[in-house]
């Protein structure tokens, strides 16, 4: 057994929700007392995290603007017989930048770093080590990813995303946040490109489906052709990203307190948008509540704060999902989205930030419904948020 070392704060995995915490801690000068543990050799994994910049405050501007790799002024979506050009800037992090940038600033602060080291054991004061290393803390944070949402999935979002050099200028200047004018295979299907250069593109193959099965080869074929019909080539393949997100339908947020008393956040905590998957701005503002907090107990009164104030969203959100897998059919799905985006810029903007307005709300269930609604599961899905 290794020896017991004592913090105020020890952070179980660097990505996200991890890595932003103790970045706040350090930024507000409590570093010193921080541990951060990740099983990888940097931090940050092999994600991509992006972001509208209406989804942030000033304050987790403040947070998260250094860490950013790209920027561009406006977004589009694609369905068929629909073309819709936003004027909202986007916003993305790179683990790569992610893992240098919060490394550094965390050396700075003080933070002890454990990297390629193992928890096998996370307990509400307590972290053991796979060396037997136990460390002791006022506050364990536990931020090790999407491996257990304790909400009943609706369905799941699956990608494959392939960072490619191409082998002449490509045709995007701007993100194309969905491009659902592809075949619908499994659900609501679309193409996500983020163009940070000419020749350097983040291409991903996404689906909104019933089953967590991923047929990675069969994505990165569809990838391929789909660049190839935008007129350009994949020269090298220079990163691949996956992922298989699940998708809440039912029950309350989830409140921090997973884990045998940890306090979970980022995904497992319930901190993402449960329509979209985007958990950048949530992860801020958790990290930014964690800096604040005095105690343990202050901290889970923050987060509580948090789950509080999202849940009238959250609740509203996971109706959404309901909706769309359980009373729509799988290849029809596109057209609720396509009729979101007919929607004002700025309840679009609301609803990506997690801040719609009840008028919001109606504007989006009012109406004739999008093509391909069972009636009597629609009832059923709307009885069940009554």
Not at 48 to 64: G, I, K, M, N, P
Not at 297 to 319: C, G, H, M, N, Y
């Amino acid at each position: 057994m290794g020896d017991a070392s004592s913090f105020t704060h020890v952070i179980v995995g660097g990505g996200l929700a991890g890595g932003l915490a103790a970045l706040a801690l350090a930024e507000a000068g409590r570093g010193s007392t921080v541990a951060l543990i990740d099983q990888d050799a940097a931090l940050g994994g092999n994600h991509t995290w992006s972001f509208h910049e209406t989804d942030l405050d000033a304050a987790d501007r403040a947070l998260v603007m250094p860490l950013v790799s790209w920027r561009w002024p406006r977004q589009s979506a694609r369905f068929p017989g629909q073309d819709r050009t936003l004027d909202t800037g986007y916003a993305t992090v790179t683990s790569e930048r992610f893992s240098r940038v919060v490394g550094d600033r965390l050396a700075h602060g003080g933070v002890s770093l454990l990297l390629q080291r193992a928890a096998v054991s996370v307990t509400a004061d307590r972290v053991q080590l796979d060396d037997g290393t136990e460390l002791r803390a006022e506050t364990v944070l536990d931020g090790r990813g999407p491996a257990e949402v304790r909400a009943p999935a609706a369905g799941y979002q699956k990608f494959v995303g392939l960072e490619v050099e191409l082998a002449g200028d490509g045709p995007w200047s701007d993100p194309i946040v969905m491009d659902a004018t592809v075949s619908q295979d499994e659900g609501f299907r679309f193409i996500y490109v983020l163009p940070f250069s000419r020749r350097h593109v983040l291409v991903e193959d996404t689906v909104y489906g019933d089953t967590p099965v991923l047929d990675g080869a069969t994505f990165e074929r569809r990838i391929a052709a789909y660049v190839e019909a935008a007129g350009a080539r994949v020269g090298r393949v220079l990163r691949r990203e996956t992922g298989v997100l699940p998708l809440p339908g039912d029950g309350p947020g989830a409140p921090a307190g997973a884990h045998d008393g940890a306090i979970s956040i980022g995904y497992c905590g319930g901190f993402f948008h449960p329509v979209t998957g985007y958990s950048l701005p949530v992860a801020a503002r958790v990290a930014r509540a964690v800096a604040s907090a005095g105690s343990r107990a202050d901290t889970l009164a923050a987060l509580a704060e948090i789950v509080q104030s999202l849940e009238p969203q959250r609740r509203f959100e996971r109706l959404l999902n309901r909706l769309m897998f359980r009373a729509m059919r799988a290849e029809d799905r596109w057209t609720a989205l396509a009729r979101f985006y007919q929607l004002p810029e700025s309840t679009i903007a609301r609803f990506y930030g997690s801040r719609s307005t009840r008028w919001d709300r109606a504007r989006m269930l009012l109406g004739r419904p999008p093509r391909g609604v069972a009636w009597t599961r629609l009832w059923g899905a709307l009885e069940e948020a009554a």
